[in-house]
Protein backbone atom coordinates (compact mmCIF):
# COMPACT_ATOMS: atom_id res chain seq x y z
CA UNK A 1 0.00 0.00 0.00
CA UNK A 2 1.31 3.35 -1.39
CA UNK A 3 2.38 5.94 1.44
CA UNK A 4 0.04 9.00 2.41
CA UNK A 5 3.00 11.43 0.51
CA UNK A 6 3.02 9.18 -1.93
CA UNK A 7 -0.33 9.22 -2.78
CA UNK A 8 -0.48 13.29 -2.25
CA UNK A 9 2.55 13.82 -4.73
CA UNK A 10 0.74 11.49 -7.25
CA UNK A 11 -2.49 12.82 -6.81
CA UNK A 12 -1.47 16.70 -8.30
CA UNK A 13 -1.69 18.57 -4.73
CA UNK A 14 1.77 18.90 -3.94
CA UNK A 15 3.59 21.98 -2.95
CA UNK A 16 0.45 23.08 -1.33
CA UNK A 17 -1.79 23.62 -4.84
CA UNK A 18 -5.21 24.21 -3.97
CA UNK A 19 -6.30 22.08 -6.76
CA UNK A 20 -4.76 20.08 -9.56
CA UNK A 21 -2.93 21.50 -12.73
CA UNK A 22 -4.40 21.46 -15.96
CA UNK A 23 -2.39 20.10 -18.71
CA UNK A 24 -1.41 23.25 -21.28
CA UNK A 25 -2.63 26.22 -18.18
CA UNK A 26 -0.14 27.98 -17.15
CA UNK A 27 -1.09 29.78 -13.51
CA UNK A 28 -0.76 33.40 -14.07
CA UNK A 29 2.17 35.06 -12.12
CA UNK A 30 1.43 37.35 -9.42
CA UNK A 31 1.92 40.97 -9.90
CA UNK A 32 4.78 42.77 -8.12
CA UNK A 33 4.14 44.82 -5.30
CA UNK A 34 4.71 48.39 -5.44
CA UNK A 35 7.03 48.19 -2.27
CA UNK A 36 9.53 45.33 -3.81
CA UNK A 37 9.52 47.28 -7.17
CA UNK A 38 10.84 50.23 -5.47
CA UNK A 39 12.88 49.07 -3.80
CA UNK A 40 14.56 46.88 -6.58
CA UNK A 41 14.89 51.00 -8.00
CA UNK A 42 16.65 52.64 -5.59
CA UNK A 43 19.02 49.47 -4.59
CA UNK A 44 19.91 49.88 -8.56
CA UNK A 45 20.60 53.86 -8.25
CA UNK A 46 22.64 52.91 -5.12
CA UNK A 47 24.62 50.21 -6.86
CA UNK A 48 25.21 52.36 -9.82
CA UNK A 49 26.54 54.94 -7.47
CA UNK A 50 28.77 52.71 -5.75
CA UNK A 51 27.76 53.44 -2.87
CA UNK A 52 27.41 51.29 0.16
CA UNK A 53 24.00 50.99 2.52
CA UNK A 54 25.17 52.69 5.10
CA UNK A 55 26.51 55.53 3.31
CA UNK A 56 23.41 56.30 1.72
CA UNK A 57 21.47 55.29 4.53
CA UNK A 58 23.56 57.84 6.76
CA UNK A 59 22.69 60.63 4.30
CA UNK A 60 18.77 59.66 4.13
CA UNK A 61 18.63 59.66 8.20
CA UNK A 62 17.36 56.28 8.23
CA UNK A 63 19.07 52.89 9.84
CA UNK A 64 20.90 50.76 7.22
CA UNK A 65 18.55 47.99 8.13
CA UNK A 66 15.98 50.04 7.45
CA UNK A 67 17.18 51.21 4.41
CA UNK A 68 17.59 47.38 3.54
CA UNK A 69 14.40 46.23 4.07
CA UNK A 70 12.60 48.80 2.00
CA UNK A 71 15.44 47.86 -0.73
CA UNK A 72 14.39 44.15 -0.13
CA UNK A 73 10.85 44.84 -0.42
CA UNK A 74 10.00 44.46 3.02
CA UNK A 75 8.96 47.71 4.38
CA UNK A 76 6.16 50.18 2.98
CA UNK A 77 8.18 53.02 3.92
CA UNK A 78 6.20 56.51 4.24
CA UNK A 79 6.28 59.76 1.36
CA UNK A 80 8.63 61.35 3.94
CA UNK A 81 11.06 57.98 3.57
CA UNK A 82 11.32 57.53 -0.30
CA UNK A 83 11.80 61.40 -0.61
CA UNK A 84 14.69 61.18 2.31
CA UNK A 85 16.45 57.87 0.14
CA UNK A 86 15.90 59.37 -3.03
CA UNK A 87 16.98 62.93 -1.98
CA UNK A 88 20.42 60.69 -0.40
CA UNK A 89 20.45 59.14 -4.14
CA UNK A 90 20.52 62.48 -5.92
CA UNK A 91 17.24 61.24 -7.80
CA UNK A 92 13.92 63.24 -7.74
CA UNK A 93 10.30 61.52 -6.76
CA UNK A 94 8.79 62.18 -9.93
CA UNK A 95 11.31 60.47 -11.96
CA UNK A 96 11.54 57.71 -9.09
CA UNK A 97 7.80 57.29 -9.54
CA UNK A 98 8.11 57.18 -12.79
CA UNK A 99 10.50 54.66 -12.83
CA UNK A 100 8.87 52.28 -10.55
CA UNK A 101 5.28 52.40 -13.01
CA UNK A 102 7.39 51.94 -15.59
CA UNK A 103 8.93 48.56 -14.36
CA UNK A 104 5.21 47.82 -13.06
CA UNK A 105 3.91 48.52 -16.83
CA UNK A 106 6.39 46.21 -18.06
CA UNK A 107 5.84 43.25 -15.53
CA UNK A 108 2.17 42.86 -17.06
CA UNK A 109 1.48 40.50 -19.67
CA UNK A 110 0.76 42.56 -23.03
CA UNK A 111 -2.58 41.36 -22.99
CA UNK A 112 -3.42 42.78 -19.72
CA UNK A 113 -1.77 46.47 -20.26
CA UNK A 114 -4.46 49.08 -20.52
CA UNK A 115 -3.74 52.09 -22.39
CA UNK A 116 -3.57 55.47 -19.89
CA UNK A 117 -6.17 57.01 -22.42
CA UNK A 118 -8.27 54.59 -21.58
CA UNK A 119 -7.55 54.67 -18.18
CA UNK A 120 -8.38 58.20 -18.16
CA UNK A 121 -11.51 57.14 -19.53
CA UNK A 122 -12.83 54.88 -17.43
CA UNK A 123 -12.23 57.69 -14.85
CA UNK A 124 -13.98 59.94 -15.93
Excluded: F
Excluded at 44 to 66: C, D, F, N, V
Excluded at 85 to 98: N, P, Y
Aim: glycine share 8%.
Amino acid sequence: MPGLRALWLGSGMADNDAAPRTPGRTTPQPEPLWREVLGRRLRAHRMEQQEKLAETAERAGISPQYLSEIERGRKEPSSEMIAAVAGALGITLIDLTQQVAEDLRASQPQAARVPARAMLALAA
